[in-house]
């Protein structure tokens, strides 16, 4: 009989594989297969239970609960972990063609061997330390018969975790594919740090069992304790308990990678976390970034978990980047007063038991920093592959220092919906308002109903919570961010003391502002300023200004400047004092970004005349992803104070953009178009200005033309947020599209073009626009009408051949004909349409099928189209067809393709028939990917039960069914089971 070991190391085994076996599902997943077969094997992968050789017999005084202390222990489980990596490996390596056995490097299973032997040794004296009535001496303990035992001990482990291995690649059935994301990734990453790890583990310098878990303990009581409140957005700091305020939005996929995670899908935020592994999560100034990251830091506990915050406009990132493991044991000391043992970070990050947030990166001002900064988190993904990451950054501007999107997934926190506006104001004038004149429930519903016209402005968290506070100060609410920022300064400076009824108000607070957007400026563009503006170097910036704009000497300059830091000093709002910076000094700092590119804007618009001079200033920054604000409160001004001012500014932003487009078509060396161009940066920057500002019409001419181009490059998504249906323009917006796009179309005949295939294209497909990331209120129906309009009869009718399958796709989602005289014409519905425009489309013709019938935007997309098609499809030639070039019929979702079954049987005879021939195509396709029989396959999910519909609803002289699934004859030259009989 084995002995006790075995059924330890058997139970063991899942503690040891649940990581490996999350990231293996985490790296299928972001690669398209998170709703295949291959991943679902994953769920019912199982190793039975295997009688290997006995082990050696125990020392003498070790026991077998020091046995299984030690492998119990994370160390234990780690070391055990790293043995299941390198038997997948070996095994991967074997299966493509590989060694034929290839075991654990003798040199590595020698340091595993140490290891153990090291653990057992340190759990063996501990247990002396604890307990002195043992049945013999410590000296007496036979150690020196230790090697044998561990040597043993090591086979075991080994050999189950080879087993697993084996169990695992068997269930993936494909495993020359299917792996093949991993050992770039996961297992080779994690491989790199074996011999590191070994060595950690045989350190004196090991935190002993004791030590660590009451540091833990301790770790999370301040850290719950610390993150538990979250700060009221008001004239004064008030903390209140997150469930209180804090509104849970959701999390709208933007890399691809993060499309395959969660099929396209928004994720609410109770869900996201089985998402993480490691993620950006993006949003717009005010999202609430940081408070989400903060809270999922609070959720990783219950998970196993150790949180680790890093606010990176808080430490010190060189030129090299830092240094994680000395940066969190520094904020560990300071921020948590709680020190963590010697080599407990090192050990936590090693273990992959950490949850590490880079809060911030976009704080980062210095473009140098913020590239050092990304360079080194992406090191330290790469160095920790198990360690679940989350790193924040505003959307724009991200893209200049992009994380590795070979391991990060990237992720958008979603506006809030008008429903979110409701409850987060409802939440906040419960715990605000004073008077009893009006119930709470009357209040929210006025605040709602004179918001209404700015609504795309409340649904960013913290511009709703400036408008929920003028509103409560003033009984109405400003339409422009602009005004709003000029009225929270209006209320903060001029009025917020008399109400408080605080003294030593300035006689001037006209110079005070304006000595407020001197400081601003140079903290915006000095990178000397990042970490606050000591109290001299407030005097230094602003005296002399002064004695320029109307003071009369240097005394009533300084007095000026006195009553400024006077009107700043211990009040939570605008500008403030933030205690002793790294110089030792009293420091100030603005409490938000939002209000010093406000005020810096303020010192743009006094200091510059021409709107030629601000676009030059400001140009390279929206580029670079900065100063949204400041640009949005520059036009916002020259509206108010000259003639045209606003639209000067924004045609010369245009003409800008346009002489770089123009440029580059001009040039012999054409580069690949990157999302962070100028010009790209700049287009996008006027659509989300023009959703509050006002436009000129030749300006909202060019800017859709150009968008136009943009989206069809697949270099901008920003021509979606025009068809939002609270956006200003909306109707000159869809006017000026179905203009253009219409016009492409009726040259698409004659000259068709990239450019013009590209429009077609849009104008084809205009109802997935509905998906796009930057929609987020869309009527389906205008969409749908859109289209109609664009798409004319002589398009329709556009000849078959030969044209390319892209025009031929076009042609048939526009509502043609199946040509029947072409043999490849069924083949073709499942080839790849080669869209011109990445990720927006359908992959397929199959998939704009199935589209059609069950996508969430499906009332946008032309059914009665996909439906024409269908009837077409049985009398094509669907036998024995050769395989599809670049098929893409496979990478659709299993529960798309359930959800268009359940659909179509409510159809009549000829529509459902030309369904099924598809589905049974579908089907076969996964068979070959999978490399199973249709009777396996037909065991997952609700499939079958279909098929036997199909059969009972005897539409054998149409497509017989019943032959199809005994396997007697194939729509495909099936590889694997042979030509249709």
Same mark, same amino acid.
């Given at each position: 009989m084995p002995g006790f070991e075995e059924a330890l190391v058997g139970r063991l085994l899942g503690q040891a594989a649940k990581p490996v076996l999350h990231g293996v599902r985490h790296a299928l997943a972001r690669r398209g297969y998170g709703r295949t077969d291959i991943y679902m094997a994953l769920g019912r992968l199982s190793l039975n239970p295997t009688t290997l050789s006995i082990l050696a017999q125990i020392p003498a005084g070790i026991t077998q609960r020091d046995i299984k202390a030690v492998l119990d222990s994370p160390n234990g489980i780690e070391i055990f972990k790293r043995i299941i990596a390198l038997q997948l490996e070996a095994n991967s390596r074997r299966k493509t063609g590989g060694e034929e056995d290839v075991a654990i490097a003798p040199e590595t299973g020698a340091k595993i061997k140490k290891s153990l032997a090291f653990l057992i040794r340190s759990q063996v004296a501990a247990r002396y330390k604890t307990d002195q009535h043992q049945s013999m001496k410590f000296q007496e303990v036979r150690f020196d018969q230790l090697e044998a035992y561990t040597s043993d001990l090591f086979e075991l482990l080994a050999e189950r975790g080879k087993a697993w291995a084996e169990a695992l690649v068997r269930s993936l059935r494909t495993p020359e594919r299917a792996l093949d994301w991993a050992f770039r990734t996961l297992i080779r990453s994690q491989l790199e740090g074996i011999d590191q790890y070994l060595e950690v583990i045989s350190r004196s310098v090991e935190p002993g069992i004791v030590d660590f878990a009451n540091w833990k303990r301790a770790y999370r009581k301040v850290f719950e304790s610390r993150h538990s409140t979250i700060q009221l957005p008001q004239v004064e700091r008030r903390l209140v308990p997150h469930e209180q305020l804090f509104v849970r939005g959701e999390f709208q996929p933007w890399s691809p990678s993060a499309h395959n995670l969660t099929s396209g899908s928004r994720v609410e935020f109770e869900g996201f976390f089985k998402f993480i592994n490691k993620a950006v999560v993006l949003g717009d100034p005010g999202a609430g970034k940081s408070t989400t990251s903060t809270l999922l830091a609070r959720q990783s506990f219950g998970f196993g978990m150790v949180p680790f915050i890093v606010r990176l406009r808080n430490i010190q990132v060189g030129l090299d980047g830092f240094s994680v493991e000395s940066v969190i044991e520094e904020i560990l000391r300071n921020r948590y007063q709680a020190g963590a043992p010697t080599g407990a970070v090192r050990r936590i990050l090693t273990e992959g038991k950490a949850f590490l947030v880079f809060d911030g990166l976009d704080e980062l001002i210095d473009s140098a920093a913020r590239e050092a900064a990304a360079q080194t988190i992406d090191a330290i993904a790469?160095?920790?592959?198990?360690?679940?990451?989350?790193?924040?950054?505003?959307?724009?501007?991200?893209?200049?220092?992009?994380?590795?999107?070979?391991?990060?997934?990237?992720?958008?926190?979603?506006?809030?919906?008008?429903?979110?506006?409701?409850?987060?104001?409802?939440?906040?004038?419960?715990?605000?308002?004073?008077? =009893?004149?009006?119930?709470?429930?009357? $209040?929210? #519903?006025?605040? &709602? !109903? +004179?918001? *209404?016209?700015? @609504?795309?402005?409340?649904?960013?968290?913290?511009?709703?919570?400036?408008?929920?506070?003028?509103?409560?100060?003033?009984?109405?609410?400003?339409?422009?961010?602009?005004?709003?920022?000029?009225?929270?300064?209006?209320?903060?400076?001029?009025?917020?003391?008399?109400?408080?009824?605080?003294?030593?108000?300035?006689?001037?607070?006209?110079?005070?502002?304006?000595?407020?957007?001197?400081?601003?400026?140079?903290?915006?563009?000095?990178?000397?300023?990042?970490?606050?503006?000591?109290?001299?170097?407030?005097?230094?910036?602003?005296?002399?200004?002064?004695?320029?704009?109307?003071?009369? =000497?240097?005394?009533?300059?300084?007095? $000026?400047? #006195?009553?400024? &830091? !006077? +009107?700043? *000093?211990?009040? @939570?709002?605008?500008?403030?004092?933030?205690?002793?910076?790294?110089?030792?000094?009293?420091?100030?700092?603005?409490?938000?970004?939002?209000?010093?590119?406000?005020?810096?804007?303020?010192?743009?618009?006094?200091?510059?005349?021409?709107?030629?001079?601000?676009?030059?200033?400001?140009?390279?920054?929206?580029?670079?992803?900065?100063?949204?604000?400041?640009?949005?409160?520059?036009?916002?001004?020259?509206?108010?104070?000259?003639?045209?001012?606003?639209?000067?500014?924004?045609?010369?932003?245009?003409?800008?953009?346009?002489?770089?487009?123009?440029?580059?078509?001009?040039?012999?060396?054409?580069?690949?178009?990157?999302?962070?161009?100028?010009?790209?940066? &700049?287009?996008?920057?006027?659509?989300? @200005?023009?959703?509050?500002?006002?436009?000129?019409?030749?300006?909202?001419?060019?800017?859709?033309?150009?968008?136009?181009?943009?989206?069809?490059?697949?270099?901008?998504?920003?021509?979606?947020?025009?068809?939002?249906?609270?956006?200003?323009?909306?109707?000159?917006?869809?006017?000026?599209?179905?203009?253009?796009?219409?016009?492409?179309?009726?040259?698409?005949?004659?000259?068709?073009?990239?450019?013009?295939?590209?429009r077609a294209w849009i104008a084809t497909h205009f109802g997935y626009m509905a998906g796009q990331p930057l929609i987020h209120h869309v009527d389906f129906d205008r969409l749908s009408g859109a289209r109609t309009k664009m798409v004319s009869d002589h398009y329709i009718n556009l000849p078959m051949s030969p044209r390319s399958v892209l025009i031929k796709s076009i042609r048939l989602h526009a509502g043609g004909a199946l040509d029947a005289r072409h043999s490849r014409s069924f083949v073709e519905l499942f080839e790849g349409c080669h869209s011109p425009i990445m990720s927006f489309g359908p992959r397929s013709t199959v998939e704009w099928i199935v589209d059609c019938m069950s996508a969430p935007f499906r009332a946008s997309l032309p059914a009665s189209a996909a439906i024409k098609l269908l009837r077409q499809i049985p009398s094509a030639n669907f036998v024995d067809n050769d395989l599809p070039i670049g098929g893409e019929a496979h990478q659709i979702s299993r529960q798309a393709i359930e959800k268009a079954c359940g659909i179509a049987v409510a159809h009549d005879d000829p529509t459902f028939a030309g369904w099924s021939l598809l589905a049974m195509a579908v089907h076969e396709l996964w068979e070959i990917d999978a490399n199973a029989s249709r009777e396996e396959i037909l065991d997952i999910g609700e499939m079958l039960r279909f098929f036997r519909y199909a059969k009972d609803r005897e539409i054998k002289r149409i497509v017989d069914v019943d032959s199809w699934l005994k396997g007697l004859w194939n729509i495909w030259k099936h590889p694997a089971v042979g030509s249709a009989s």
């Amino acid at each position: 009989m084995p002995g006790f070991e075995e059924a330890l190391v058997g139970r063991l085994l899942g503690q040891a594989a649940k990581p490996v076996l999350h990231g293996v599902r985490h790296a299928l997943a972001r690669r398209g297969y998170g709703r295949t077969d291959i991943y679902m094997a994953l769920g019912r992968l199982s190793l039975n239970p295997t009688t290997l050789s006995i082990l050696a017999q125990i020392p003498a005084g070790i026991t077998q609960r020091d046995i299984k202390a030690v492998l119990d222990s994370p160390n234990g489980i780690e070391i055990f972990k790293r043995i299941i990596a390198l038997q997948l490996e070996a095994n991967s390596r074997r299966k493509t063609g590989g060694e034929e056995d290839v075991a654990i490097a003798p040199e590595t299973g020698a340091k595993i061997k140490k290891s153990l032997a090291f653990l057992i040794r340190s759990q063996v004296a501990a247990r002396y330390k604890t307990d002195q009535h043992q049945s013999m001496k410590f000296q007496e303990v036979r150690f020196d018969q230790l090697e044998a035992y561990t040597s043993d001990l090591f086979e075991l482990l080994a050999e189950r975790g080879k087993a697993w291995a084996e169990a695992l690649v068997r269930s993936l059935r494909t495993p020359e594919r299917a792996l093949d994301w991993a050992f770039r990734t996961l297992i080779r990453s994690q491989l790199e740090g074996i011999d590191q790890y070994l060595e950690v583990i045989s350190r004196s310098v090991e935190p002993g069992i004791v030590d660590f878990a009451n540091w833990k303990r301790a770790y999370r009581k301040v850290f719950e304790s610390r993150h538990s409140t979250i700060q009221l957005p008001q004239v004064e700091r008030r903390l209140v308990p997150h469930e209180q305020l804090f509104v849970r939005g959701e999390f709208q996929p933007w890399s691809p990678s993060a499309h395959n995670l969660t099929s396209g899908s928004r994720v609410e935020f109770e869900g996201f976390f089985k998402f993480i592994n490691k993620a950006v999560v993006l949003g717009d100034p005010g999202a609430g970034k940081s408070t989400t990251s903060t809270l999922l830091a609070r959720q990783s506990f219950g998970f196993g978990m150790v949180p680790f915050i890093v606010r990176l406009r808080n430490i010190q990132v060189g030129l090299d980047g830092f240094s994680v493991e000395s940066v969190i044991e520094e904020i560990l000391r300071n921020r948590y007063q709680a020190g963590a043992p010697t080599g407990a970070v090192r050990r936590i990050l090693t273990e992959g038991k950490a949850f590490l947030v880079f809060d911030g990166l976009d704080e980062l001002i210095d473009s140098a920093a913020r590239e050092a900064a990304a360079q080194t988190i992406d090191a330290i993904a790469a160095l920790y592959p198990f360690v679940r990451i989350v790193v924040t950054s505003r959307r724009v501007g991200y893209s200049v220092a992009r994380l590795n999107p070979e391991l990060f997934d990237e992720f958008v926190i979603s506006s809030f919906s008008q429903d979110q506006v409701g409850e987060y104001a409802q939440r906040w004038f419960s715990l605000t308002h004073e008077s =009893d004149d009006m119930p709470i429930a009357g $209040v929210v #519903r006025k605040f &709602l !109903e +004179l918001s *209404r016209p700015i @609504a795309d402005l409340r649904t960013n968290p913290l511009m709703l919570a400036f408008i929920c506070i003028l509103y409560q100060e003033h009984g109405s609410i400003p339409h422009r961010r602009a005004e709003i920022f000029r009225q929270c300064v209006d209320l903060f400076l001029y009025r917020w003391d008399g109400k408080r009824r605080f003294g030593g108000r300035p006689n001037n607070l006209d110079l005070v502002e304006v000595a407020l957007s001197y400081v601003a400026y140079a903290v915006l563009t000095d990178r000397h300023y990042q970490d606050g503006v000591t109290e001299k170097e407030v005097f230094e910036l602003v005296v002399d200004p002064l004695l320029a704009e109307g003071v009369p =000497d240097r005394r009533g300059a300084l007095a $000026v400047t #006195r009553q400024l &830091l !006077e +009107l700043c *000093r211990g009040r @939570a709002w605008i500008f403030a004092n933030v205690d002793d910076g790294p110089r030792q000094e009293e420091t100030f700092s603005f409490t938000h970004a939002s209000f010093m590119e406000y005020f810096a804007a303020l010192y743009v618009d006094r200091t510059m005349d021409t709107p030629e001079e601000i676009v030059q200033l400001i140009a390279p920054q929206i580029s670079a992803g900065r100063w949204e604000i400041l640009a949005q409160v520059c036009i916002s001004l020259r509206l108010r104070s000259k003639k045209a001012g606003a639209a000067r500014i924004m045609e010369q932003i245009l003409v800008r953009a346009e002489s770089i487009v123009q440029a580059r078509q001009g040039s012999t060396f054409r580069p690949v178009p990157s999302l962070n161009d100028e010009d790209v940066s &700049l287009v996008e920057f006027l659509l989300r @200005a023009s959703e509050t500002m006002p436009m000129a019409s030749d300006v909202l001419r060019r800017l859709m033309d150009i968008s136009i181009d943009h989206f069809a490059l697949g270099r901008s998504n920003g021509l979606s947020a025009l068809l939002n249906s609270d956006y200003q323009y909306v109707d000159a917006a869809y006017e000026k599209l179905i203009e253009t796009l219409s016009a492409a179309i009726d040259s698409l005949a004659k000259v068709p073009g990239r450019a013009a295939q590209a429009r077609a294209w849009i104008a084809t497909h205009f109802g997935y626009m509905a998906g796009q990331p930057l929609i987020h209120h869309v009527d389906f129906d205008r969409l749908s009408g859109a289209r109609t309009k664009m798409v004319s009869d002589h398009y329709i009718n556009l000849p078959m051949s030969p044209r390319s399958v892209l025009i031929k796709s076009i042609r048939l989602h526009a509502g043609g004909a199946l040509d029947a005289r072409h043999s490849r014409s069924f083949v073709e519905l499942f080839e790849g349409c080669h869209s011109p425009i990445m990720s927006f489309g359908p992959r397929s013709t199959v998939e704009w099928i199935v589209d059609c019938m069950s996508a969430p935007f499906r009332a946008s997309l032309p059914a009665s189209a996909a439906i024409k098609l269908l009837r077409q499809i049985p009398s094509a030639n669907f036998v024995d067809n050769d395989l599809p070039i670049g098929g893409e019929a496979h990478q659709i979702s299993r529960q798309a393709i359930e959800k268009a079954c359940g659909i179509a049987v409510a159809h009549d005879d000829p529509t459902f028939a030309g369904w099924s021939l598809l589905a049974m195509a579908v089907h076969e396709l996964w068979e070959i990917d999978a490399n199973a029989s249709r009777e396996e396959i037909l065991d997952i999910g609700e499939m079958l039960r279909f098929f036997r519909y199909a059969k009972d609803r005897e539409i054998k002289r149409i497509v017989d069914v019943d032959s199809w699934l005994k396997g007697l004859w194939n729509i495909w030259k099936h590889p694997a089971v042979g030509s249709a009989s």
